[in-house]
């Protein structure tokens, strides 16, 4: 039977160390909060006079500048005259504050009192007024009236409510328009009554708060030590338990080692059939081959003989980056697995896509010392992916076409008009030159419309190959500018068959394929021209909307021609599905545009009949709504 030999001194230390530890951590607790509450009280006192000496200082300022503004309202009347100068005066000596001690003076720069609480004193000259320290109190004040104002403080000045001498601080502003000096102000012994009696309260608090924590940790404390003993005794239990499960335990894992033996020879038959099925090499920190199956010996088409010892840059494809390679062995290097496609090349120069799997492999301390990759062929499905991108391809530059076609009609209209002004203009200078009646202020102006013509020819002819650029660079860009050149290629389509553009478009900054999304606009807004011109009585309308929802950009195109066909509605993205037959439809527009959406740029693309309310009327008709995320 297994013993313990210290099992007495074991119990004991579980039933006392948790008593010795709780007490431990209530005197640390109450030590702490008593630093603590300590600290604050002194942070409070400390800075109690600095808050209420600032809060009186601004308190004065704002009087003053209350009355301030008050004398430049009364002051820039038309009919501001002595009456109401008196009147006004009058209204500012009844202002109070400070429970009667704070009031508004005023003073003229001569040194006359204007206003005061001192009845006896208005209307006499006080300028060489001064208090005990000899501070000429009207002087300084009127002083720094003049000088844009501020703050002075002098002793000497009884309090209204007691007519006792205390030391005041007034805030002084000059009214120079009157040549008034204007003042209120505080008594300090108030000031430094407000702050003692904070104080006490403060402290009062302190010795509150200590109370009830201490009388909070002892009930806890008494309460923790007591689980502690039930607990421990509870431990007890469980520990005269443990001796018998150790035996037990010992039984068992006797049994599991049986077990593991079995599973020890399991696992070799796992791998011998991992072997037979992956592609497997294992390599040291430095990525040299120190072990590579049959299979993937004969992949690669070298000899295990020479694999051993070389580089995996052995297999490198010339096609994988540099930042490819860096990526993979920051990732194992950090003791993290790695997973990915990636090409190689066999001895014969053959290209071959592995789906691999690298992971490290540790010693018992934790060092990487070994990587072992697991490898499947998947060259034929990667080459299918290929194909089935070039076919994509294919029908997104047959989409393009069609919408070029459609679009080198709507050009060659645009240039009716320019191209007629132009030849217009070319015959007057000639019959002008040949009646000897064509001036240099004509010559020039029709040389200018020439000009702007050609231009606008030119202007159309930029954004037409702007267009058809093959760019696969993604870059912010503005969705109302997408929007603009839209316009620019299509505009003439639509105006041609009185077709409106409802413009609700946001500017909205969106990273992404720029020219695919114009496609996709082109090819949905024609989609809408080719079903509303089939209405020949139709005010002929096309709403588009951009908004921002849940980081997305949400793009909505909505026609009135009457909607989609609820039995042909889920078939429109189909490829070479359409419903213009006779009119020479591909059907590869809609199908193409959900691709680019939904594959190049993250989004979604998708259409519902939807109802809309313009001028009073309501119209109903298809709503292709585009989702792409706004974020790089």
Known sequence: MFQFKKERQIYQFIRYAPIFLILFLSISFTYYLYVEKQNNLKYEIKNIEKFYYKEHRELVKNKVNE??????????????????????????????????????????????????????????????????????I??????????????????????????LVSF?????????????????????????????????????????????????IICFTIILIYLAIVISDAMKEKFEEYKTEIEEEIDKNRKKNIMLEKEINHRNEYEKVINATCLVSISDIKGRIVYANKEFCEISGYKESELIGKNHKILKHSQMSKEFYENLWSTILSGRIWKGIHKNLTKDGKTIYLNTTIAPLKNHKGQIIRFIATRFDVTEQMKMQEELKEKENILIHQSKMASMGEMIGAIAHQWRQPLSLISTTAT???????????????????????????????????????????NKERKSFDVK?????????????????????????????????????????????????????????????????????????????LDNAGGIEEQIINKIFEPYFTTKINAGGTGIGLSMSKSIIEKHMDGKLEVINSEFTYENETYKGANFRISLPLGK
Not at 198 to 216: A, G, M, Q
Request: with cysteine; glycine share 6%.
């Open 428 to 470: 007057g200078i000639k019959i002008q030159n040949e009646y000897g009646i064509l001036d240099k202020s004509q010559l020039e102006e029709s040389m200018d419309s020439i000009n702007n013509s050609v231009q606008h020819l030119s202007n159309t002819i930029d954004d037409f190959r702007n267009f058809f650029i093959p």
């Open 67 to 136: 009355v301030y503004e008050k004398i430049n309202y009364y002051s820039s009347k038309k009919d501001f005259d002595d009456e109401m100068k008196e009147h006004l005066l009058e209204e500012i000596a009844r202002i109070k504050y400070e429970h009667g001690n704070g009031y508004i003076f005023i003073t003229d720069y001569e040194g006359n009192m204007l206003v005061h609480i001192d009845n006896e004193i208005v209307g006499k000259n006080k300028l060489d007024w001064k208090d005990e320290n000899g501070f000429e």
């Open 481 to 557: 500018d997408s929007f603009t050149k839209v316009f620019k290629l299509t505009e003439a389509q639509f105006v041609n068959k009185n077709i409106s553009i409802l413009n609700e478009i946001e500017s909205i900054e969106l990273f992404g394929l720029e020219n695919e999304l114009i496609q996709v606009l082109i090819n949905i807004l024609n989609n809408a021209k080719d079903e509303l011109i089939k209405h020949e009585n139709l005010k002929r309308m096309v709403k588009i909307n951009t908004r921002c929802e849940n980081e997305m950009l949400i793009i909505s195109i």
């Open 138 to 163: 009207i002087k300084e004040i009127i002083n720094s009236a003049k000088n844009g104002g501020g703050y002075l403080s002098y002793g000497g000045v009884k309090k209204p409510t007691t007519n």
């Open 168 to 216: 005041k601080t007034t805030y002084v502003k000059g009214f120079d328009k009157l040549t008034w000096a204007i003042g209120a102000g505080f008594y300090n012994d108030d000031l430094n009554n407000i702050i003692e009696s904070r104080k006490k309260e403060i402290e009062e608090k302190f010795k509150e708060d200590i109370k009830n924590i201490l009388i909070f």
